[in-house]
């Protein structure tokens, strides 16, 4: 593993943002959990919005944290890391333009996956 700089840092802003998304995904869910309560929390759609935006400024965050990490490691020269940041950047928004085409909404291929 390379990097270190900032203890890791950046894979808890990770965590935070996959959380994020957890709860968009679920948010209509009407099935009810260990506790016998509703998955979802059925908040209205100005919120959803809100932590859709949010979901996408920290995955930001955490790229341009991996990246600073790696170079200020001197594991990516100060071109690779435009380089990587470019490509990085650009994969998250073909990534987070499909999430947002499906309305958020999970699917089959990804629910397999998280049930893996």
Do not use: P, V
Request: aromatic share 12%.
């Amino acid at each position: 593993m390379s990097g270190g700089f900032f203890d890791y840092a950046q894979y808890r802003i990770e965590d935070i943002a996959e959380s994020i998304l957890q709860q968009i995904y679920d948010n209509d869910d009407e099935t009810l959990n260990e506790w016998n309560e509703k998955r979802g929390n059925g908040y209205e759609e100005r919120t959803i919005q809100k932590m859709i935006e949010a979901y996408k400024i920290i995955n930001k965050a955490k790229i341009y944290a991996q990246r600073i990490d790696w170079m200020l490691s001197c594991d990516d020269s100060e071109d690779r890391f435009h380089i990587r940041l470019a490509e990085e950047l650009s994969d998250f928004e073909h990534s987070f333009n499909e999430k947002l085409k499906r309305g958020f909404k999970i699917s089959k291929e990804e629910l397999k996956n998280k049930e893996e």
